[in-house]
């Protein structure tokens, strides 16, 4: 038999007060893996939603829906204090109500779409007129390359890019 056991407690900070017994823990502390919340791996997001919504159009009889840019800036910009089942739950509510064949910001609830002004900041383009789709695209990547702390592999993931294309090419031009 395995045992797979979870918590959002620590463990060991347990053990010490009392409330979790020392003998148990050594049996299940095999192999301790340490998952940081949804709110702290944002890079994770567009993956996890693409997944999510695959299973939850299946799993509802639904067709597909992919999430917009502003559905998925907002959806990184959150901090998700119910973790995935929070993400997977504000997927499926937008998936059953979404009002075109994509999920736009409008279909999530208003607690999720709303971006806060300080995390906004970091978010926006100027509004320039005379900026081109490219001056447009390399900020997004440097943006996508900081927020996955310079890992190329992650930000081609999070941009659904092969990493030998452009990102490559643009962050050694940094």
Do not use: C
């Not at 949804?38 to 999430?67: F, G, M, N, T």
């Not at 009002?99 to 779409?113: F, Q, Y």
């Not at 190329?152 to 090419?169: C, E, H, P, R, W």
């Amino acid at each position: 038999a395995r045992l797979i056991a979870a918590t959002n407690r620590d463990p060991e900070e347990e053990v010490s007060s009392g409330r979790l017994r020392e003998d148990l823990y050594y049996r299940l502390n095999i192999v301790h893996i340490a998952l940081p919340p949804l709110r702290e791996r944002p890079v994770d997001i567009p993956a996890l939603a693409e997944q999510l919504l695959k299973r939850l159009a299946e799993r509802y009889q639904l067709d597909y829906a992919a999430l917009t840019p502003d559905a998925l800036a907002a959806l990184t910009a959150y901090q998700w204090p119910g973790n995935i089942r929070e993400l997977e739950n504000v997927l499926a509510r937008a998936l059953a109500l979404r009002s075109g064949r994509e999920i736009t910001r409008r279909d999530l609830p208003a607690h999720v779409a709303t971006i806060p002004e300080e995390r906004r900041q970091g978010m926006a383009f100027d509004d320039d007129p005379t900026m081109t789709l490219e001056d447009v695209e390399r900020r997004y990547i440097f943006r996508v390359l900081d927020a996955t702390h310079g890992n190329k592999l992650k930000a081609a993931a999070v941009l659904g890019i092969d990493i030998a294309s452009n990102l490559v090419a643009a962050g050694n031009k940094r």
